[in-house]
């Protein structure tokens, strides 16, 4: 009888604890969901059997309580806040970013050293890496390391030409090519490393780029609990990456600063490996007079040196970047541009007006083709790559405009795939119509607020963006040029594309076919 009254009491005692922490929300009076599964809280979609990528579920969550500003979500039993209204998004990305500078994820340098990088790291260490990091992306470093990329360009544009010539039309995977353009594009830039991945799919920077986001379900699981429950990962004291993918990065990293500071050709190469160097052996980048104005003030005050974790760390990052993020945006504007040859259509005569070769592919020639910006523009608005952000309260912070004050540590998600897709913001939202961006840079010119994030926004936008869109640019650029292209598989037409849910990325779920014919 004793035995079934303590179980009794402790069912009793588990139900109240369950009830009260899933009503922390409806205390403060902001709108939450009815019923939180126990444990899991509002996560149970994630791990079910309906398979959802991220940007998925919270899209959905996004068309549920899109009429609030904001509302509350349980990551297991932490209190989180979806941020709805683009007034609001402004006021957390932009005008009070010292209470939300922090993205609230677990980095354990010594556990896994390569986690320890600028899209991770919060607080001071954050802000003075940024500030180190900031005078590498302006327009003059870039225009600088053009050459190398355009080099990369004609790779893949020869290899196109070459085989559509050969066969008449020829048919590829999209991502895996575009993939392979990054891979060189990031590693000739990042590494000072020529590699061939376009014309070698067997290229060791090709393998390790695959690695890196092999679906495993225990990788997929850590990535979950590092950013919903971090505090577990710190327990659990769980590497993110793989040993042999951190050995790679940490040989080819060693191998490169030797030979820099050695002397010789390498060390005269202008890319970013060479400024990394600078930052490690006299702690700043040095800045054009005419580049002043793309810099942080701070840059000039901080004259910490980089430690070799720290070089290998931003190289590792760069190259996640440069090869996930890029190349699914080409192969996203590919397929909307086989979908819709109209638009390719009007693409083409934009090169033909400025282009007559490959050759003529100019830093400055790339920069005045408004037409092939706002299709990447449109690509990005459509499938935001990262289709979430988040952020964490650094301090108690009270909304403007209303009643709600959140506590410090309280995590915040903003939608950004849901806010991409909404009609109220962007007119018929799945027409692909990259005219949305002729007139305003947001795409939708009678939102107040921040309802555009292909890049982020505010001062933890991504610090690669011009970096990310020119190597997208040019690469558009260099199959559109002699080529057009239609979808291999005609039955895609009508269908829009569902998403790999074991992808945090934006990342399509079946492969893009394209076909390419000499135009």
């Not at 309580?65 to 990551?75: A, D, E, R, T, V």
Request: charged share 25%; net charge neutral; aromatic share 12%.
């Amino acid at each position: 009888m004793v035995f079934w009254a303590l179980v009794a009491l402790f069912v009793f005692v588990i139900y109240y604890a369950n009830q009260y922490y899933f009503s922390y929300w409806k205390r403060l009076g902001v709108p939450q969901q009815d019923a939180p599964t126990f444990l899991l809280g509002d996560l149970a979609g994630i791990f079910s059997g309906k398979r959802k990528c991220f940007g998925e579920t919270f899209f959905e969550f996004y068309n549920r309580f899109k009429h609030n500003k904001i509302y509350g979500l349980y990551f297991s039993y932490r209190p989180s806040l979806i941020v709805n209204d683009p007034e609001v998004i402004q006021e957390v990305m932009i005008k009070d970013f010292t209470s939300f500078h922090d993205r609230g994820l677990f980095v354990d340098e010594k556990v896994d050293p390569l986690s320890a990088h600028l899209f991770f790291l919060g607080g001071q260490k954050w802000r003075d890496l940024r500030v180190k990091l900031s005078p590498m992306f302006t327009s003059g470093k870039l225009k600088a390391m053009y050459p190398i990329i355009q080099d990369c360009a004609k790779q893949l544009h020869d290899y196109l030409l070459k085989n559509t010539q050969e066969k008449k039309s020829f048919d590829f995977d999209a991502k895996d090519l575009f993939a392979r353009f990054t891979i060189n594009v990031i590693s000739s830039v990042a590494f000072g490393i020529e590699n061939d991945c376009i014309n070698d799919p067997e290229n060791i920077f090709h393998k390790m780029g695959v690695r890196i986001f092999e679906r495993r379900p225990r990788d997929k699981i850590v990535r979950l609990l590092g950013f919903f429950v971090p505090k577990i990962v710190d327990k659990l004291k769980v590497k993110k990456y793989h040993p042999e993918i951190e050995d790679f990065f940490h040989s080819i990293v060693k191998q490169n600063i030797d030979l820099r500071e050695q002397g010789g050709s390498l060390a005269e190469r202008k890319d970013f490996m060479q400024l990394l160097v600078q930052l490690k052996n006299q702690g700043y980048v040095t800045v054009d007079k005419s580049e002043e104005h793309e810099v942080d003030n701070a840059t000039s005050t901080e004259r910490r040196k980089l430690t070799f974790q720290e070089v290998a760390s931003q190289v590792f990052v760069f190259f996640i970047g440069g090869f996930e993020t890029s190349s699914s945006t080409m192969n996203y504007c590919m397929y909307e541009l086989s979908k819709n040859p109209h638009v390719q259509k009007k693409l083409h005569e934009e090169l033909d007006n400025h282009l007559k070769s490959i050759d003529d592919l100019t830093y400055d020639t790339l920069s005045s083709m408004k037409y092939l910006d706002w299709c990447v523009d449109e690509t990005l608005r459509k499938y935001p790559i990262v289709p979430m952000l988040n952020r964490e309260s650094s301090r108690d912070h009270h909304f403007a405009g209303t009643n709600m004050k959140i506590e410090k540590g309280t995590p915040i998600i903003i939608p950004v795939l849901g806010i991409h897709r909404d009609p109220k913001i962007y007119d018929n939202p799945m027409e692909f119509r990259p005219e949305r961006f002729a007139n305003s840079s947001a795409g939708s010119p009678n939102v107040n607020g921040l309802c555009y994030m292909g890049f982020g926004d505010g001062p933890r936008s991504c610090i690669a963006a011009r970096l990310g869109k020119l190597q997208t640019k040019i690469g558009l650029a260099a199959i559109l040029l002699k080529l057009k292209f239609e979808l291999a598989d005609q039955s895609m037409m009508d269908k829009e594309l569902e998403f790999d849910p074991h992808q945090f990325a934006l990342t399509p779920k079946d492969t893009v076919m394209l076909r390419a014919t000499v135009r």
